[in-house]
C-alpha cells in the first residue's frame, strides 16, 4: 500500500496538469498582466469561411494597422483600426491607415496638428492660376519690349512664358517704332516674324509705333496683328516712304519738308494699268 501512494500522487498531478479551465464558467476575473505572454485570438494569413458574432482574428496578411478581424455579422468579417474609406464624388478610393496629401500643380496647402485634430488647408498658388484681381490689372498678358532694337524685339510676360502655343494672345508694347519686317522673341522661346492680321504680309516702316500696345496672336508659326493698327496718315520724310505695292494700297504719306519749303501728301493707289505708285494729293 506504501508503494501504491506514490503512483496515486503522480498520477492526479499529471491529470490537474492537463486540466482546461472555461473562463465563461470558471473563470471570475481573469487577469494575465502578470503573463509572459498572451495570446487571445487565432491567427492566420486567411481569414475563416465562417465566424459568429463577437469573435476576433489576426490576420497577419493584412497592412500593419488593420490586422485585427470581428465578425460583426454571421460569416462576416470587419477590419479594425485606424484605417479610413475615401470616396471621391461618392465613388470609393479605397481605405488606408496612412494618408499622403500632395498639392496638385496651381494649389498650395498647409498641413498642421493642432493637438486635438489634423488641420488641412488648401488655397490657390496665384502665380499659376489667374486671379480676379490680377486679371483686372492685365499683367498676365502684358509683353514691354526692352533692347532697343526695331527688327528684332524682345518681350517678357510674367510669370514666363514657358513654350509659344497657338491661338495664345498677348498684349505687346514695342519699345521703339519699327524700320519693316520684325520678329518678336519672347521670354527668349526663340524670334517669331510678327506679320499683319492676314498672316502674309509684312508690316511697313513705321507700321508699329513705340509705346503703343498691340494685341498679338500665335498662329502656331508665327505672331499676327490682331488688328492692323497703323496710321492710315504717316508722317516722315520722302526717304522714309516705302515703295507703293499693293500691301500700302489705301496709305497716306505726309512728307515733312524743311521750313520754307510746302510738305507734300500723298496716298498709295494703283492707276488703269494696275500700276501702283505714291498719287500726289497736295
Known amino acids: ?3 501504491l501512494f506514490p503512483f496515486l500522487l503522480l498520477s492526479g498531478l499529471q491529470a490537474a496538469a492537463q486540466t482546461q479551465i472555461h473562463l465563461p464558467s ?3 476575473v481573469a487577469d494575465f498582466s502578470q503573463s509572459a505572454i498572451t495570446k487571445p485570438m487565432r491567427t492566420g494569413s486567411l481569414l475563416p469561411a465562417a465566424c459568429t458574432v ?5 490576420l497577419l496578411s493584412a497592412p500593419a494597422g488593420q490586422n485585427v478581424q470581428t465578425c460583426a455579422a454571421i460569416n462576416i468579417w470587419t477590419a479594425q483600426g485606424t484605417a479610413i474609406t475615401t470616396k471621391a464624388s461618392g465613388v470609393v478610393v479605397g481605405t488606408r491607415a496612412v494618408y499622403n496629401f500632395d498639392a ?3 494649389s498650395l496647402q498647409a498641413l498642421s496638428d493642432t493637438g486635438t485634430e489634423i488641420l488641412l488647408q488648401l ?14 490689372t492685365g499683367e498676365t498678358l502684358r509683353c514691354l519690349s526692352a533692347g532697343g532694337l526695331s527688327a528684332a524685339y524682345q ?6 512664358l514657358e513654350s509659344y502655343l ?3 494672345v498677348l498684349y505687346w508694347t514695342p519699345d521703339m517704332t519699327n524700320g519693316g519686317a520684325l520678329t518678336l522673341d519672347v521670354d527668349t522661346l526663340g524670334a517669331k516674324p510678327v506679320l499683319l492680321a492676314d498672316g502674309v504680309t509684312n508690316a511697313a516702316p513705321g507700321d508699329v509705333v513705340a509705346g503703343r500696345m498691340y494685341p498679338l496672336w500665335y498662329d502656331g508659326t508665327l505672331f499676327r496683328l490682331i488688328t492692323v493698327g497703323v496710321d492710315t496718315v504717316r508722317n516722315g520724310t520722302a526717304q522714309q516712304r516705302p515703295v507703293c505695292t499693293l500691301q500700302y494700297a489705301g496709305r497716306i504719306w505726309h512728307t515733312v519738308a524743311a521750313a520754307g519749303t510746302k510738305d507734300e501728301v500723298a496716298v498709295c493707289a494703283k492707276d488703269s494699268n494696275d500700276s501702283y505708285g505714291w498719287r500726289l494729293i497736295y
Open 26 to 28: 470558471q473563470g471570475r
Open 155 to 160: 518681350c517678357s510676360l510674367n510669370p514666363a
Open 123 to 136: 488655397g490657390l498658388d496665384s502665380a499659376v492660376v489667374e486671379t480676379h484681381a490680377r486679371l483686372q
Open 54 to 58: 463577437g469573435e476576433f482574428f489576426f
Open 166 to 168: 497657338a491661338g495664345m
Open 104 to 106: 496638385g500643380f496651381g
Open 1 to 3: 500500500m506504501k508503494r
